[in-house]
């Protein structure tokens, strides 16, 4: 099984970003949708760690 591309990447963390955004309005209780605003930043964090490698990539 090859490894799974930039682009690919990039989108399964808009993804799990989206979702964790989703999950962090639905929940409960605060501290719960304290954890899932902080997955969904992490998501975006990667995103954007992503761009830059493709970046990078496009300019080998």
């Not at 309005?25 to 992503?50: G, N, P, T």
Request: hydrophobic residues 30%; charged residues 40%; without cysteine.
């Amino acid at each position: 099984m090859s490894e799974p591309d930039t682009e690919e990447l990039k989108a399964v963390q808009l993804q799990r970003e989206a979702t964790e955004q989703e999950l962090a309005r639905a929940a409960a209780d605060e501290h719960e949708a304290a954890q899932h605003d902080r997955r969904a930043q992490k998501a975006h964090y990667l995103q954007e760690k992503l761009a830059e490698r493709a970046e990078s990539e496009q300019d080998r």
